[in-house]
């Protein structure tokens, strides 16, 4: 090799050519430089001809001069394999990091419970839960972006390539040309023989699909029958809701009003979820204002006590103003309306159904108790309802 033909400075691990040879153009059979078009006179072949002035690209190519492509610079992973293998190691290593953060992200996920922590010390769970969540996913993400753009910048090829523009169809040559570039491409990444950093990319890509598949677990448990059921059943007291205290239909005034829960709900294993399903509210109504009940409902009150489920049919709010002189119940959120004489029938809102009704009577006390759950599902209509 000549004295010209050597690299003429090294800075910052990268080797600069001055002579022309380092620059690179890649093209096909239908490439032409702008350098040849200015020795054309400025027209390209598949151009159409111009007759008479000169095209305003034509004395633009006369006037000025292509300054090509500057000289190619080397890195020094191009020349020197240690250092080639040096960047290959930071890459893996890169990608390691990811793999590290997504499994810190599933430990933390799993480990970290703040449902089960006692009350003072769940927001300490969530606040460490959440801190540990975001670094696993933020290093996983990071990680694989920087080896990626590391791997891109350092090892994979950069050679500078011009090429003329050409119609939106390409021929048959450059078709084949563009596929062979591709396939050349790939094989200039080097994943065949980059063994190293192929096995880490696996490896941190494999698992990264975790990060948005393990947080679905936090939509909950399938509800199984829970949508359908409540916690009351054949009976159970209804029970003065906030007080707690049990009720005995001599005691309840005609137009009285009170809201409900089933005996015992504090000792389930979910007592707030129990009690959102189950508040219920008991009116009493004259006998006569009882005439438009439907027949497979006769006997479902205790002389003209009813009760009904609080939950509205619409979005789940609290159904708890009752109009004394129309006897309807109003949702204050939606203003949907039913009308208790008719079982609880929807005459104004958006709320689709009635109200469930929780069918009573008396124990040897005098007490109001259930005699069934709800005869329907409460609340708003759900996919597996039918």
Known sequence: MSEHDEPSSVDDGRIHDDDSAGRTSVGSANDTSNADLQAAGGHDDEAP??????????????????PGLPAHTYRR????????????????????????GTLLFIVAYFAIKPQSSPGPDV???????????????????????AGAIHWAKT????????AVR??????????????AAMKEGAAGAGLGRRKLIRNSLLGAMAPMGLLAIIPLRDLGPLPGNSLNETAWSAGKRLMSDPA??????????????IHVLPEGIEDLPNPLNEAAKATAIVIRLAPRDLRDQQPDR???????????????????????????????LLCPCHQSTFDVPRNCAVIFGPAARPLPQLKLTTDDEGYLVAAQDFDEPVGPSFWERG
């Open 244 to 257: 707690g205290r049990p009720i005995k239909a001599s005691e309840v005034p005609i137009g009285g009003v």
């Open 166 to 179: 050409k119609p939106m169809r390409s021929s048959d040559e450059d078709r084949a040309a563009a596929v």
């Open 49 to 66: 001809a111009e007759t008479g002035r000169h095209s305003a690209g034509t004395e633009l190519a006369t006037r000025f001069v292509d």
């Open 155 to 162: 090892l994979m090829p950069d050679d500078e390539i011009a």
């Open 298 to 328: 006769k006997g479902w009150d205790v002389s003209g006590i009813v009760c009904y489920s609080k939950v509205c049919t619409h979005v789940g709010c609290p159904v708890g103003l009752y109009e004394h002189e129309t006897h309807h």
């Open 77 to 100: 992973s191009d020349i020197d394999e240690k250092a080639a293998k040096r960047r290959e190691r930071e890459v893996a290593t890169l990608f390691g990091l990811s793999t590290l």
């Open 123 to 145: 927001l300490g769970d969530v606040s460490l839960s959440t801190k540990l969540l975001g670094l696993g996913m933020g290093l996983a993400l990071f990680c694989v972006g």
